[in-house]
């Protein structure tokens, strides 16, 4: 176990864009933010709804308009709109963040077992009583569990930053008061749905991170190329020679399918029913069926694909000998 | 006493070269041993084979174990270090220290620390930051400090300067080498390893030529100056190589009797590498009519 612990921290050490580059996005994800509550908004938005928290106090508002912002502020109690600004800001700064790691991670992937065999490094971890099957377990351990364990806890820092922000601009004023008020429960809500997210991610993308590791191990050069070529190449050449999608469509089902097999998008995101305050938390929660993936027939057969490949990768690294 | 390498019949091919044509090695405890031969004679084929990084045919058995096999449980107790050039260059040498302590049971994390307080090298330097003389002496501090049984060194000076491979293997002999432990090592170098050695293997086109301990070197062959009306004798008695030293000519003899040399001119014993030049010659020993420059 302790093996396993450094190894993985061996990851990071060697690694440092596993956690610099995300920590990064996050700063730009503040920084623009903070250009936005203080610059941008104060800039366009009118003076008023910058200054009393009450509507009733703003001065030299029309009447048309003193209604139009009555009925938000309205709207936005009777439709939980501040506690799903905390759930969906959440979401939201999630999701820039765990689709920003997947690039990292695809990175890293292909990265991970190719440069031990150019530098030959490889023949110093040789030296030393570590297994293939440690050595590859913990390079996916890290893609697959411990970053994003990091992508929750950095989008609950950033969210907390940013929450920070906008008390310090808009609190007390009207915008704060149809906003942002912090509320645990629906921020708990949104870690639910965040973690059924990563977990169904997770499960869905093993075989595609065990496929990268298996190029990572195979390529002699060109790691890079041989990931992304055959995924542009074979629909390419599937829609030339036999004018049908099926490839196509098999890759994009592999990235993207395990949203719909959570049917999320079928029914928490219709906005219509909620006139303008959009889906709330607690629905998609309701309507959220994780089960679509941890259950399906497909999500099981990609594992045994990925167990396939890790197996593969394990070999080959055992095995080949042109170090 | 058991052997720490024992291999029969050691073949392996690459494609259609053979790399190996029936290795034979018997290494016993205690004993540092020279595999020394040509650049493609099989030397790194022999050190992957012993360390279960390579496939072959034939039988190997390692402290006991088939290195092929059983690699997990055999290095616990081998170490090697491949080239200078493997340490991974991102890795700062507080990290390097962290992570042998952290996977290895027999590290000594003191006796490594202790090597590398006589050295230049910094805690928080990363490798690439290091010359490649420091490069070596890091990794020989941390194998220093692993108590393994056998160690492999496969060039472990090569592209160092004459003061880091006098201190290299001073080091070794010193803080290392005990009877219990056997280092086995291939080199170019040989002139500066052969008075360290326990044993010399000389290897060529996958083929065990001389395995010998040192000290039957001086019995076995001889190195004879021939008087001046003595040189057509001496040649009569098949030398396996005659070189011309300062214009006389250099005879090395294997198996002769050393009284029956003696009454032809001065002998001496040869070094290795003059049995390694002799005896790698093209066509191999017995080389007659060889003429060399020396």
Same mark, same amino acid.
């Given at each position: 176990?302790?093996?396993?612990?450094?190894?993985?921290?061996?990851?990071?050490?060697?690694?440092?864009?596993?956690?610099?580059?995300?920590?990064?996005?996050?700063?730009?994800?503040?920084?623009?933010?903070?250009?936005?509550?203080?610059?941008?908004?104060? /800039?366009?938005?009118?003076?008023?709804?910058?200054?009393?928290?009450?509507?009733?106090?703003?001065?030299?508002?029309?009447?048309?308009?003193?209604?139009?912002?009555?009925?938000?502020?309205?709207?936005?109690?009777?439709?939980?709109?501040?506690?799903?600004?905390?759930?969906?800001?959440?979401?939201?700064?999630?999701?820039?963040?765990?689709?920003?790691?997947?690039?990292?991670?695809?990175?890293?992937?292909?990265?991970?077992?190719?440069?031990?065999?150019?530098?030959?490094?490889?023949?110093?971890w040789?030296?030393?009583?570590?297994?293939?099957?440690?050595?590859?377990?913990?390079?996916?351990?890290?893609?697959?569990?411990?970053?994003?364990?990091?992508?929750?806890?950095?989008a609950?820092?950033?969210?907390?930053?940013?929450?920070?922000?906008?008390?310090?601009?808009?609190?007390?004023?009207?915008?704060?008061?149809?906003?942002?008020?912090?509320?645990?429960?629906?921020?708990?809500?949104a870690?639910?749905?965040?973690?059924?997210?990563?977990?169904?991610?997770?499960?869905?993308?093993?075989?595609?991170?065990?496929?990268?590791?298996?190029l990572?191990?195979?390529?002699?050069?060109?790691?890079?190329?041989?990931?992304?070529?055959?995924?542009?190449?074979?629909?390419?050449?599937?829609?030339?020679?036999?004018?049908?999608?099926?490839?196509?469509?098999?890759?994009?089902?592999?990235?993207?399918?395990f949203?719909?097999?959570?049917?999320?998008?079928?029914?928490?995101f219709?906005?219509?029913?909620?006139?303008?305050?959009?889906?709330?938390?607690?629905?998609?929660?309701?309507?959220?069926?994780i089960?679509?993936?941890?259950?399906?027939?497909?999500?099981?057969?990609?594992?045994?694909?990925?167990?396939?490949?890790?197996?593969?990768?394990?070999?080959i /690294?055992?095995?080949?000998?042109?170090? | 006493?058991?052997?720490?390498?024992?291999?029969?019949?050691?073949?392996?091919?690459? @494609?259609?070269?053979?790399?190996?044509?029936?290795?034979d090695?018997?290494?016993?405890?205690?004993?540092?041993?020279?595999?020394?031969?040509?650049?493609?004679?099989?030397?790194?084929?022999?050190?992957?084979?012993?360390?279960?990084?390579?496939?072959?045919?034939?039988?190997?058995?390692?402290?006991?174990?088939?290195?092929?096999?059983?690699?997990?449980?055999?290095?616990?107790?081998?170490?090697?270090?491949?080239?200078?050039?493997?340490?991974?260059?991102?890795?700062?040498?507080?990290?390097?220290?962290?992570?042998?302590?952290?996977?290895?049971?027999?590290?000594?994390?003191?006796?490594?620390?202790? %090597?590398?307080?006589?050295?230049d090298?910094?805690?928080?330097?990363?490798?690439?930051?290091?010359?490649?003389?420091?490069?070596?002496?890091?990794?020989?501090?941390?194998?220093?400090?692993?108590?393994?049984?056998?160690?492999?060194?496969?060039?472990?000076?090569?592209?160092?300067?004459?003061?880091?491979?006098?201190?290299?293997y001073?080091?070794?002999?010193?803080?290392?080498?005990?009877?219990?432990?056997?280092?086995?090592?291939?080199?170019?170098?040989?002139?500066?390893?052969?008075?360290i050695?326990?044993?010399?293997? %000389?290897?060529?086109?996958?083929?065990?030529?001389?395995?010998?301990?040192?000290?039957?070197?001086?019995?076995?062959?001889?190195?004879?100056?021939?008087?001046?009306?003595?040189?057509? /004798?001496?040649?009569?008695?098949?030398?396996i190589?005659?070189?011309?030293?300062?214009?006389?000519?250099?005879?090395?003899?294997?198996?002769?009797?050393?009284?029956?040399?003696?009454?032809?001119?001065?002998?001496?014993?040869?070094?290795?590498?003059?049995?390694?030049?002799?005896?790698?010659?093209? @066509?191999?020993?017995?080389?007659?009519?060889?003429?060399?420059?020396?």
């Amino acid at each position: 176990m302790n093996t396993m612990l450094l190894l993985v921290k061996r990851e990071f050490w060697e690694h440092r864009s596993l956690w610099i580059a995300p920590l990064v996005w996050s700063g730009i994800i503040i920084v623009l933010s903070a250009w936005l509550f203080f610059v941008i908004i104060p /800039r366009h938005a009118p003076a008023e709804v910058l200054q009393g928290a009450n509507v009733e106090e703003i001065q030299g508002l029309s009447d048309a308009d003193r209604e139009e912002v009555r009925h938000a502020i309205k709207t936005a109690k009777s439709h939980d709109v501040k506690n799903t600004s905390i759930s969906f800001s959440f979401l939201g700064i999630s999701q820039l963040i765990s689709s920003f790691v997947c690039i990292v991670l695809f990175f890293y992937l292909i990265d991970c077992l190719f440069t031990e065999r150019r530098d030959r490094s490889i023949l110093f971890w040789k030296s030393l009583p570590l297994s293939d099957t440690q050595v590859v377990l913990s390079k996916l351990t890290v893609a697959l569990i411990v970053v994003p364990i990091g992508v929750v806890v950095l989008a609950t820092a950033t969210q907390l930053v940013l929450f920070a922000l906008f008390w310090m601009q808009f609190h007390g004023t009207v915008i704060g008061n149809v906003l942002a008020d912090w509320n645990f429960v629906s921020w708990l809500r949104a870690l639910v749905v965040e973690l059924a997210l990563l977990l169904c991610g997770v499960m869905w993308y093993a075989p595609i991170a065990a496929y990268f590791l298996l190029l990572s191990v195979w390529a002699r050069k060109l790691v890079f190329l041989w990931a992304i070529v055959p995924l542009a190449a074979l629909p390419a050449l599937e829609g030339v020679f036999f004018q049908s999608t099926n490839v196509l469509e098999f890759i994009a089902r592999r990235f993207v399918g395990f949203i719909q097999a959570m049917h999320l998008d079928e029914r928490a995101f219709d906005v219509g029913r909620h006139e303008a305050a959009g889906p709330r938390i607690g629905e998609i929660l309701d309507s959220m069926d994780i089960s679509g993936v941890l259950l399906s027939a497909e999500a099981w057969l990609g594992l045994v694909a990925a167990a396939a490949m890790v197996f593969a990768t394990i070999r080959i /690294r055992r095995y080949r000998d042109d170090s | 006493m058991t052997a720490i390498i024992e291999a029969r019949g050691l073949v392996k091919n690459y @494609g259609d070269t053979p790399a190996l044509r029936g290795v034979d090695l018997n290494v016993q405890p205690g004993r540092i041993v020279g595999l020394i031969g040509p650049n493609g004679a099989g030397k790194t084929t022999v050190i992957k084979a012993i360390l279960g990084l390579t496939s072959f045919d034939g039988e190997l058995r390692v402290l006991g174990k088939d290195p092929h096999n059983e690699r997990n449980e055999l290095m616990n107790e081998v170490c090697f270090i491949a080239d200078v050039a493997v340490l991974p260059r991102w890795m700062k040498v507080s990290q390097a220290l962290d992570f042998v302590a952290g996977v290895h049971p027999r590290f000594d994390r003191k006796k490594a620390e202790e %090597f590398l307080a006589k050295t230049d090298i910094r805690n928080d330097r990363r490798v690439r930051q290091l010359s490649k003389g420091m490069v070596t002496q890091l990794h020989l501090a941390l194998i220093l400090a692993i108590d393994a049984r056998l160690l492999v060194l496969d060039e472990p000076t090569l592209g160092l300067d004459l003061l880091f491979r006098r201190s290299f293997y001073d080091n070794l002999l010193n803080d290392y080498f005990d009877k219990e432990r056997t280092i086995l090592v291939t080199t170019h170098q040989v002139e500066e390893i052969e008075n360290i050695l326990t044993d010399v293997i %000389f290897i060529q086109h996958g083929k065990i030529v001389l395995d010998s301990p040192m000290e039957a070197l001086g019995e076995r062959f001889a190195q004879l100056v021939p008087a001046a009306g003595n040189v057509e /004798r001496a040649r009569a008695l098949k030398p396996i190589d005659e070189r011309d030293v300062f214009g006389r000519a250099a005879m090395l003899f294997d198996g002769r009797n050393r009284a029956e040399l003696e009454a032809l001119g001065d002998i001496r014993t040869p070094s290795v590498a003059d049995l390694f030049v002799a005896m790698m010659q093209p @066509g191999g020993a017995p080389a007659t009519s060889q003429k060399e420059a020396a």
